[in-house]
């Protein structure tokens, strides 16, 4: 079954929206474990708009599952994760004024750095994963950098599901597909929703991990926290 990493990004940002610490984003990340989440995702931004690096360190002792930092590797973010050692990194190109994440790497044209980074991370005992768009083609030099996994950008599909499920998933089948030839992990994310997401999880092999957010949080706010995550759940499930 693919597991299910809740990114609480978006709960960071209404607390600081108003300052002081509610919502709590320890005790949300708390309860979602306990709802059923097989992973807390979160991407601190050197602004701290949302998630803080107080955030991470106070997330570290709480998280029972599975801890999972995303963030693009400047020196502060690479020796915070290498001093609070999650179960995996993600690694995202994003610029420092990004909303949100909205490109993958170009492996080939960073591979001297990936690899240098993703070293150092492998060295400290941490799952690596890098973010990608689907295109077959990059997965040889992706392979290249020693990554554990790929992180499939997944905004293209979600925003062309409803006009083509067939034609939307097609280049991330095709990648996942040459992911498996060069025995890569498959994770996903960005804008999958419970509209959008059983067709991915069916047709996507070797799809072991997806992170959701703001979908998530948002389909929350009308069905409640758990029951947003049994429903997550269910759309994940195999039977």
Known sequence: MTKLSVNINKIATLRNARGGDVPSVTQVA????????QGITIHPRP??????????YDLKPLVKTEFNI???????FIDMVLEVKPEQVTLVPDADNAITSNAGWDCEK????????????????IRTSIFLDP???????AAETGTDRIELYTEAYATNYPKDKEQAIKSYVDTAIEAEKFGL???????????NLKYFSDNIPNLLE????HALISEALYLGLENTVQAYLKRLAKW
Request: net charge negative.
């Open 30 to 37: 708390v309860d979602l474990e306990r709802f059923g989440a």
């Open 47 to 56: 602004d701290e708009r949302h998630i803080t690096r107080k955030d991470v």
């Open 70 to 76: 995303e963030g693009n590797p400047h020196r502060p």
């Open 110 to 125: 960073n591979l001297d750095f990936l690899k240098s980074v993703i070293s150092e991370f492998k060295y400290a005992g």
């Open 135 to 141: 295109n077959p083609g990059m997965l040889k030099f």
């Open 185 to 195: 992990g498959i994770n996903a994310g960005h804008d999958l929703s419970l509209d």
């Open 210 to 213: 997806v992170s959701i957010g």
